[in-house]
């Protein structure tokens, strides 16, 4: 089955772009980035932003991310898979994550969420001189657990935008 990505949340303070591969089938059904109850990306972002996005409504995670300087995406644009494993991902259109990050003036870095998104995402940018960071997956499928993954995720927090006065106490 063909499946797609998301559009790229992004805003013009965009510093940090956290790029993943493309969306499990949850994700897909329901429209949102990290849908799936035991990925471990909201609980993992929660830590770098200093703040429990995983209480918010998912349109306030979004704004809580974007209040931060942080993006989301993915590397691939349309590929097929069966299920949700990157293993399973076939026939790979990639996004352009280049242009997109020509848009973003003060990006200044690029985490790729699990291995299949660090493998096609730097052959996707090529040779654009920007830092990258490889974070551990945050699938339920990348077992090693949340206390493992924190440390590597936690590496995301200097790039990201101070707390606003939006942020509750």
């Known amino acids: 089955m063909l499946k797609s990505s998301f559009p790229p949340v992004v805003a013009q303070n965009t510093r940090l772009l956290v790029l993943g591969s493309l969306p499990g089938d949850r994700s ?8 799936h109850p035991q ?21 306030d995670r979004l704004a809580a991310l974007l209040d931060r300087g942080i ?11 069966p299920g949700s494993t990157d293993a399973a991902i076939r026939d790979i259109a990639g996004n ?14 690029i985490a790729f969420n699990g ?18 960071i490889a ?14 993954k924190q440390p590597a995720w936690d590496a995301l927090k200097p790039y990201v935008v101070p707390g606003s006065s939006r942020d509750p106490e």
């Open 96 to 109: 352009d994550i280049a242009a997109l990050a020509a848009t973003l003036p003060n990006l200044q870095v």
């Open 71 to 81: 993006g989301l995406w993915d590397v691939v644009a349309t590929a097929h898979r």
């Open 28 to 35: 897909l059904a329901e429209r949102r980035y990290y849908a």
């Open 135 to 148: 974070l551990p997956s945050s699938s339920p499928l990348h077992t090693i657990g949340l206390a493992a």
């Open 115 to 132: 291995a299949t998104a660090a493998k096609h995402g730097a052959r996707l940018l090529g040779d654009l001189e920007i830092q990258r």
């Open 39 to 59: 990925n471990q990306f909201w609980p993992l972002m929660s830590s770098v932003v200093g703040r429990d996005l995983t209480a918010l409504p998912y349109e």
